[in-house]
Every structure is written in C-alpha cells, then in structure tokens.
C-alpha cells in the first residue's frame, strides 16, 4: 500500500475534500494479482492506521478492528483457538479483485500471520509517505 497524492491538490482548506489522499494498493492473492488507485483515505484516516499498526505490534488488542470511511479497505485481528492472532485486510468497492462478482458489498480478505510481517516497519513507512500530504484542514 503507498499514497499517491492528494484526490484535490488544488483544495487546501475544504473540510474532507483537502484531506483525501489517493492510495495505490498491490496484491499478491492466490487466485492472482491485481492493483488500484483510489481516494480511499482522508490524512488522519492514515494516521489511525499508523497508530493501530503499532498498538498491534506492542501487543495492544483493544481495538481489534480498523475501518475508515471509504469502505473499500478495512483492517482487523482474527483470534482463533489454535493459532496466535492473525490480520487480516479486507478489500471491498473499488479496491475488489478482477475476479470479483458484482455484489458491491463482496469482501475479499487476505490474511497474515502476524508473527510473519513487520508492523512496525509498514507503521514507519506509512508515516514517512505521510509527512508529504500533511493534515490541510481540521475533521
């Protein structure tokens, strides 16, 4: 996942509009792979994520599901009975794969071990890639 720019660079001080930034996802799915670009999330919707990201990482669980106000990406954690916690993303609307049917409300989710990823790495370079669309107006 990587932000690829304000939806309006042209606004700098209209609540919602100034804030939403386009996000490029890339997913490798057993079934194929498939990319999109849409405006999916405002600047401090990234910052949650940032923050939840870590929270998860330092073993935080109080917050076991991420969503934003585009719902066509959401995050949360899957405890089961055998297995540590794993998360998963889920990927709806406009960021639904090619083989999607036509129910809008379809999700598609992949799932990772947490053990197996670097929260805290995806956490910095998600706050890195914020500080070049910073927050331009109050929620």
């Known amino acids: 996942m990587s932000l690829t720019g304000y939806q309006f660079p042209e606004l700098s001080d209209v609540e919602h509009d100034s804030n939403w930034l386009n996000v490029r996802i890339e997913v490798k799915h057993p079934r194929g792979k498939w990319s999109a670009v849409d405006p999916a999330l405002l600047t401090y919707e990234v910052q949650w994520l940032i923050d939840w990201l870590r929270s998860v990482s330092a073993g935080g669980h109080d917050k076991r599901h991420l969503w934003f106000t585009e719902p066509c990406l959401s995050f949360h954690l899957s405890p089961t009975e055998t297995e540590p916690d794993k998360l998963v993303v889920e ?17 598609h989710n992949i799932v990772f071990q947490l053990k197996s990823i670097d ?14 669309y910073p927050q331009r107006t109050e929620r």
Request: no cysteine; net charge negative.
């Open 119 to 132: 929260l805290i790495d995806a956490a910095q370079s998600l706050e890195d890639q914020l500080r070049r």
């Open 91 to 107: 990927f709806s609307h406009e960021f639904r794969p090619p083989w999607a049917t036509e129910d809008l409300d379809e999700q």
